[in-house]
């Protein structure tokens, strides 16, 4: 079946420095989105790729989605304190199956 | 996201006992969801439905069953709580059209001794 795989588990950071969440999938994707989950929160959208190559920008975030529509990157640019959480990957399939990614917790020390 | 709403929000049961985990939306989303989330496994889907008479499995289905009560109510059941469904249990809304973008609710937290 369908696998996503997201690295790594965890990313422990100095507030500033940056952070990049890589995520890969077994088969090739129609659409893969990405999700923050805060601490003690739920899963919220931040964006979705859909085209082979893209890539967005949200402030200090960039998304990319690979050539072959395989894997993508969460960048964040001189994190801050209100970055931490977990980030999820999850990748769709042409024929609408989603699956996520096990995400990547970050902290960030001040 | 106020309008997905789960009940109860922490519940600690004991083995063998039934449960019902509760969700309600708002949004007029016709998709529904419920996944279960441990620590390094990230979201794993349990069942889902498109409509009130459309219910799948997911992933990990064995152990739960799911009621469609209205299409704004998915209801999780445990018949049977066993400890390793120990976890923390999400609902989530979809809309037709545009399936991907999943709206969660605030989450469940079960504990089953």
């Known amino acids: 079946g369908q696998q996503v795989m997201q690295i790594p588990q965890y990313q422990h950071v100095q507030e500033g420095e940056d952070f990049t969440t890589y995520c890969n999938s077994s088969?090739?994707?129609?659409?893969i989105q990405w999700y923050k989950q805060r601490p003690g929160g739920h899963p919220v959208f931040l964006i979705q790729?859909?085209?082979?190559?893209e890539v967005k920008k949200q402030k200090r975030l960039t998304f990319q989605f690979g050539e072959a529509k395989k894997n993508s990157s969460l960048h964040i640019t001189a994190t801050q304190t209100t970055d931490v959480g977990t980030y999820f990957c999850?990748?769709?399939?042409?024929?609408?199956?989603?699956?996520f990614g096990q995400g990547t917790i970050l902290t960030v020390h001040p | 996201d106020a309008d997905v709403t789960q009940t109860p929000r922490n519940r600690i049961t004991k083995t063998g006992k039934r449960i019902m985990l509760e969700c309600s939306q708002t949004k007029g989303h016709d998709r529904m969801y419920w996944y279960r989330q441990d620590p390094g496994l990230g979201l794993q889907l349990i069942y889902y439905?498109?409509?009130?008479?459309?219910?799948n499995k997911g992933e990990i289905s064995d152990g739960y069953s799911v009621s469609r009560q209205a299409q704004a109510k998915f209801s999780l059941s445990l018949e049977s709580a066993i400890p390793n469904q120990t976890a923390l249990y999400f609902c989530a809304t979809a809309v037709r059209g545009r399936p991907d973008t999943q709206y969660f609710g605030p989450g469940t937290r079960l504990t089953v001794l």
């Open positions: 790729l859909v085209k082979s190559g």
């Open positions: 439905s498109f409509d009130v008479k459309d219910i």
């Open positions: 088969t090739t994707l129609s659409n």
């Open positions: 999850a990748g769709i399939t042409s024929y609408g199956k989603l699956t």
